[in-house]
Structure formats: C-alpha cells, structure tokens
C-alpha cells in the first residue's frame, strides 16, 4: 500500500463503518490527548501542522485523477481538523499554567462536538471549501470547521466560566 493512501486512510481508520468521518475524528482525538499530555500545546501545535501538510500533500497523490476527491475513506482531513479544533482548549490550558497530563474532559468532548457539527453542518466557509470538489477543498473544509469548533470550544468555555455574561 502507498504511503500516501495510509495517511489518507489514517493508518485504518478511515475503513472502519458506520460514519469513518467519525471515526477519524474520535481517533484524532484520542492521539490529540496523548500528544498534549507528552508536549502539551506546543507539541500539539507542531503535529498539527505537520498533519495538515501531510494531508495536503497525501490527498493530492492518492485523489490524483479520480473523479470525485472527497472519498470517504480519507480521513486525515479530519485529523488536522480535529487537532485544530483541539489546540484552542490546549493553548489556554498551557497558557493557565496546567500540567500537560491535565486536559479537562469539557474541553475535549466540546471540541469533537461542535468540530462534527461543523464537518457535518458545513456552514458558511466549510460548505464553500467543499464545493470546491477538488484535493485542497478536502483538506480545507475540515481546517474550517477545526477553527470555528475551536472558536466555539473557547466560547462556550466562556460562557461556563461567566466570562461573557
């Protein structure tokens, strides 16, 4: 198997059914917590850049000349999405002075939520990077719904906190 299917795929977790998407994104979350609690945001923060180029340069190769890039099975889009979405509760649990092996349960359950309901919804610029029907579109609409759960994490943290009230 290519290189560049294997992390299109996710190492597998894109073949997993029902709903791979969903898969990918509760598989990206569960590496999230583990990177955070090995480096914490800035650990964090590198892999997710990394994955994001990886999966730009991987859906390229693997989609190239197929008809419909947005295939199902691919997964990592989710992934960088995810960790998106992730850094935001990461860097303000790095910047209150937390200890990596602490990622409050909150945090991480709002982010997988609301990086679904974004990846699902595809609202506004989630919605126009998909109907761009082409590699980068399948990268980038997962980086959009990433930013705004990230944005909505952070939100609805503080509202729970009584910071916008």
């Known amino acids: 198997m290519k290189m560049e299917r294997i992390l299109c795929i996710w190492f597998g977790a ?3 059914r029902p709903a791979p ?4 994104s509760a598989v990206a979350v569960a590496l999230g917590l583990l990177i955070h609690r090995i480096g ?6 590198i892999a997710t850049a990394a994955v994001t180029a990886l999966g730009f340069w991987a859906v390229v190769r693997h989609t ?3 008809a419909d890039p947005d295939r199902r099975e691919i997964v990592i889009d989710e992934v960088a999405g995810q960790w ?3 850094c935001f509760p990461s860097v303000g649990f790095w910047l209150m002075g937390l200890p990596a092996d602490s990622f409050p349960y909150p945090g991480w ?3 997988f939520l ?3 309901l974004f990846d699902i919804w595809k609202p506004w610029l989630v919605g126009r990077a998909d109907r761009r029907g082409d590699a980068a579109g399948v990268m980038l609409d997962d980086l959009w719904a990433g930013l705004f759960a990230g944005l909505a994490t952070m939100a609805a ?4 906190h009584g910071l916008l009230m």
């Open 84 to 86: 998106l979405a992730l």
């Open 14 to 16: 894109g073949l997993l």
């Open 64 to 66: 190239a000349g197929m």
């Open 114 to 116: 609301f990086f679904r």
């Open 21 to 24: 998407g969903t898969w990918g």
């Open 157 to 160: 943290a503080a509202l729970s």
């Open 40 to 45: 914490h945001f800035p650990l964090l923060a």
């Open 109 to 111: 359950v709002a982010a």
